[in-house]
């Protein structure tokens, strides 16, 4: 898969469909080296970055720089992977430039995608999560991202309402990851006191049995499974970790691995 990747985006750069500099059209611009990233760490999608400035008109330009392809004020929410490092000269002076696509969720089409001068984007996830709705786990760099996503995104209505059953505990976004089956490398639990409850019968619930019912109703079956499994309301004041990871609508079980979790765990 990465092979064809590789070769996908050589064919497009090579045949001058994509390309960038901070302002000017030109066709002297001359690609003298390109190091492409590998799509996959063992933590994250792939390295993300967003616009510096979201009001700022910063192009995406095509590899002659005939044209603008996009500017990023007009993607204020988006999260930008970045597939290819690439440094370009003009007039003697060498400027570097990521090769990035529009990080979209549910399968949609990417529509945006091309070269902008480096300086304008930082890494990281986009920080706008009050506009951002679901996120793959893998797109969240640290646990403080992921807490202001549960925090301020409207796909986690449900995750706000559930955690307010425990008034004293915190999200856990590596407990999470553990929680979901994901690679080991992809998370560290050392803090935590193993093993750590994984609740089977409600994260079955979750998994299986709950994608035609609302909010509400996944709300208080969630609660009626934690009172039953030893969770009941003075067990929840306690300091616990609580790895979850959900959405308002009902996420896909995919390649053997849990759509969604609601595991508990304990400082060391």
Do not use: C
Not at 65 to 83: A, E, F, G, V
């Amino acid at each position: 898969m990465k092979k064809l990747f590789l070769l996908i985006i050589g064919l497009i750069i090579g045949s001058g469909i994509y390309a960038s500099s901070p302002a000017v059209a030109s066709s002297s611009y001359k690609l003298v080296n390109i190091k492409y990233d590998n799509q996959k760490t063992p933590k994250h999608n792939g390295p993300l970055y967003y616009a510096k400035n979201p009001k700022h008109s910063a192009a995406v330009w095509n590899l002659n720089h005939s044209k603008i392809r996009h500017h990023l004020k007009n993607y204020p929410n988006t999260t930008w992977l970045r597939n290819a490092v690439a440094i370009f000269e003009h007039n003697g002076k060498k400027s570097v430039y990521y090769h990035v696509s529009q990080v979209v969720a549910d399968n949609k089409p990417v529509k945006a995608i091309g070269y902008v001068w480096h300086g304008y984007l930082k890494q990281g996830h986009n920080p706008n999560f009050q506009s951002i709705r679901t996120v793959d786990i893998l797109n969240f760099y640290n646990n403080h991202e992921y807490q202001r996503y549960v925090k301020l995104s409207p796909s986690q209505v449900l995750t706000r309402k559930v955690m307010a059953l425990f008034p004293n505990s915190t999200v856990s976004l590596d407990l999470a990851k553990a929680g979901l089956g994901l690679n080991s490398a992809t998370y560290n639990i050392s803090n935590i006191a193993l093993p750590y409850d994984k609740i089977s019968k409600l994260n079955d619930f979750l998994n299986m049995h709950s994608d035609h019912l609302s909010i509400n109703q996944k709300y208080v079956r969630i609660e009626q499974l934690l009172n039953a499994n030893g969770y009941g309301a003075a067990t929840r004041r306690h300091k616990l970790i609580i790895g979850i990871y959900l959405s308002n609508k009902y996420l896909p079980i995919s390649d053997g691995l849990k759509g969604q979790v609601l595991v508990i765990g304990k400082s060391k």
